[in-house]
Each structure stands twice: as C-alpha cells, then as structure tokens.
C-alpha cells in the first residue's frame, strides 16, 4: 500500500474510537472514508447513518451499514468525512469527490465533525487546491466569465477527457476555482454566497472540531474555540 493510502487508512480507522452505539453517524465521501465505512463495519457498534452521497449510500448498503434519510432524524452525533486541504485552524476546502453540498448541509447539522486526512492535505493556508463551486447549470456560463474576470481561473468540472460537465447528486454542475492562494477565506466564502446561481461553494470554516492525520503515529488536532465573524 502507498504511503498516502496507509495514511488514510490510518485516519479512516482512529476515527472509529469516537463512534458509540447508538450514535446517528454522518458519513462523508472519498477514499479516506472508504476505510472509516470498512473499520465501521467490522466492528460491533450498532450507528445509524446519515450519508453524503449516492455512492457512500451504495457502500453502506454493499457493507450492511444501516443508513436513513436525514430528515429522518432529530440530530445527528457526529460526522466523520475526509478533506481536499486543510489549514491549521481547521478550515478546510471540499468537494473534490462532487459532494459537498450534501457534505456541508451534513455536516452543519452535526453536533460535531471530524475530518480524516493523509498528512498532504495540510497546509499552511489554503487555495492549493481548487476551490470547488456547485452552481446551478443555467446561466453557469456567465458564473464563469464572472470568475474569469475575478481572477479565479475557473474551469468547469468534466467527466475526464471529455467537454461534458459532471452532474453532482443534486443536479448542479461545478466549477473550479485554482486559486493558489487564499488570504481571507471568510469574504471569500460571503462572495460565493452573494453570486445568485451558486448553490454552494467547498470553503468549510468553523466546522471541522477534530482532525485525525494518518501516519505512524496517528496525530490528532482539535480545533480552538473561534471568535464570532463580524460582519459589515
Ligand atoms: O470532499 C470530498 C468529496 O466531495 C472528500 O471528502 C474529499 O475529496 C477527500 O477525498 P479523499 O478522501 O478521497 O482524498
């Protein structure tokens, strides 16, 4: 197994330590969660899940986890889901696997968030990675000469080697934005949220409350009490 891999393995199984019986289960999407689902399954907790994605609802089905709809529930416990970047106050960028609408409007109705990572995704600030914006395909083409003339070299998200763009789980297209660099995340984000035909953009801040970083040694950060963002 890649470094990398045994990495996400190594963050994918700690996780399992804050599950408890009983407990409602936001489940994430991508790689690293593939190995929380499996470590979930092999163990003995009794958790009902509350997924992100088609294809994690498929896996948990594959591995007999027992999933329900999320306005099915009253709360949920925790959710546990992986990270495209993550800076060192626990902010993070999302959505290179499609699914961040369903992973934001989770993981905002999780009493607490864990994100599993391999040490790469860490980063001083963030913007390495393109910041992915779910739109809504009419008018997507003005969104993106509007985020040309911004300066966020932003491309549409394709089904590889073709022009056709990829439909997220809840019809929408998405287009990256490479960035480089992100001084304020926080206007930022107020930026996405003010453009009408963004249904929602992949900057997560102030949601992560426990990043588990898979390695030898499995290291472990909590995030600081946050001061309320002032707004304009
Ligand atoms: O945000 C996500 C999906 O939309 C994933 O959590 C993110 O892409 C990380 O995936 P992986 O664990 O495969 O690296």
Known sequence: MEKKDLQ?????TAALTYIKNDMVVG???????AYFLEALANS???IIGVTTSTITSKRCSELDIPIVDID???????????????????NGIKGGGDALLMEKIVAKNSKENIWIVDSSKVHKTLGLFPLPVEVIPYGSGQLLRQFTAKGFSPQ?????????????????????????TIDDPY???DYFE?????????????????MIIGGDTVKI???????PIEIN
Not at 28 to 33: A, D, I, L
Not at 159 to 173: E, Q
Request: contains cysteine; hydrophobic residues 35%; glycine residues 8%.
């Open 187 to 189: 206007s930022l984000a």
């Open 72 to 90: 099915a529930v009253d709360h949920i416990d925790i959710t546990v889901d992986g990270a495209d970047e993550i800076d060192i106050d626990l």
């Open 8 to 12: 996400k393995k190594q963050a994918g």
């Open 156 to 180: 549409l998200r394709c089904h590889p080697n073709t022009t056709k763009p990829i439909i997220t789980d809840a019809g929408h297209y998405i287009i990256d934005c490479y960035m480089n």
């Open 221 to 227: 950060k909590k995030s600081q009490p946050k001061q």
């Open 44 to 46: 003995n907790l009794n």
């Open 27 to 33: 489940l994430g999407t991508g790689s690293t969660v």
């Open 194 to 210: 003010r453009q009408v035909g963004v249904v929602e953009h992949g900057l997560f801040l102030n949601i992560c409350n426990k």
